[in-house]
């Protein structure tokens, strides 16, 4: 069973620039996660979506942040402009019902000049 | 409001000595449990789960933990440590949230000495 795809791995800009990150849940997971992870913390969970509608969103930045799960599938996350404070790795994860496991991606590196 | 707490930020111990890593959390109700570990540069691995039933669950690479409603802890131990398990160990709490969500402790970083 293929695991969650994300992409970039890495991405660098600087402050202001905008920046978008993909992920492709695993087949079939009805529930998808975007979470935050500054350096020394744990996940925060920005947003999270149940096919393609949003469940909770209610600590994700909408001055600045947006995401959207085109179809009930894959899904992008955008952040326009981006702040210092931005810097973390942004975790997608999905999960096929509730009650169960969330599974990770591998995570992408955000890091903000 | 639910929160995870993970007291311990580093922990460092010896390859071959025992291991526990404390979790609390705040919830209402019995909630699903979860630890998931983190290596450099990865994404989150789950170790291990907690739904119901037997308070005392094993996991893989050798984990296990332990439910207790009483003291609203579920404690990640291993009798033997390898260096191999140098990583980052999150403890999660799962609520109902339109389907669910995940809110995760703050971590603690294991340093396993040769």
């Known amino acids: 069973e293929a695991g969650v795809a994300q992409s970039p791995r890495y991405k660098i800009i600087e402050k202001r620039q905008s920046v978008a990150f993909w992920c492709n849940p695993i087949?079939?997971?009805?529930?998808l996660y975007w979470y935050q992870q500054i350096l020394g913390q744990g996940p925060k969970l920005l947003i999270q979506?149940?096919?393609?509608?949003?469940?909770?969103d209610s600590q994700l930045p909408k001055d600045r942040f947006s995401a959207e799960r085109l179809k009930g599938v894959d899904s992008t996350l955008k952040i326009q402009p981006a702040k210092l404070e931005d810097s973390a790795v942004y975790l997608c994860?999905?999960?096929?019902?509730?009650?169960?496991?969330?599974?990770f991606g591998q995570g992408t590196r955000l890091t903000v000049v | 409001a639910q929160s995870v707490t993970q007291p311990d930020i580093h922990i460092t111990v010896s390859e071959g000595a025992s291991l526990e890593l404390r979790c609390n959390y705040s919830?209402?109700?019995?909630?699903?449990l979860f630890w998931y570990v983190q290596s450099p540069g990865q994404g989150l691995q789950l170790l291990l789960k907690?739904?119901?039933?037997?308070?005392l669950v094993q996991g893989i690479k050798g984990f296990e933990a332990e439910f207790k409603r009483s003291q609203s802890s579920f404690n990640l131990r291993k009798p033997s440590v390898h260096w191999s398990d140098a990583a980052e160990y999150f403890c999660?709490?799962?609520?109902?949230?339109?389907?669910?969500?995940?809110?995760f402790g703050t971590g603690t970083r294991l340093k396993v000495l040769a």
């Open positions: 994860a999905s999960s096929p019902r509730a009650g169960s496991e969330a599974f």
């Open positions: 087949s079939g997971h009805a529930t």
């Open positions: 979506f149940q096919n393609n509608g949003v469940v909770d």
């Open positions: 919830y209402g109700a019995t909630p699903y």
């Open positions: 907690y739904f119901s039933g037997d308070t």
């Open positions: 999660a709490v799962g609520v109902p949230s339109g389907t669910y969500k995940y809110i």
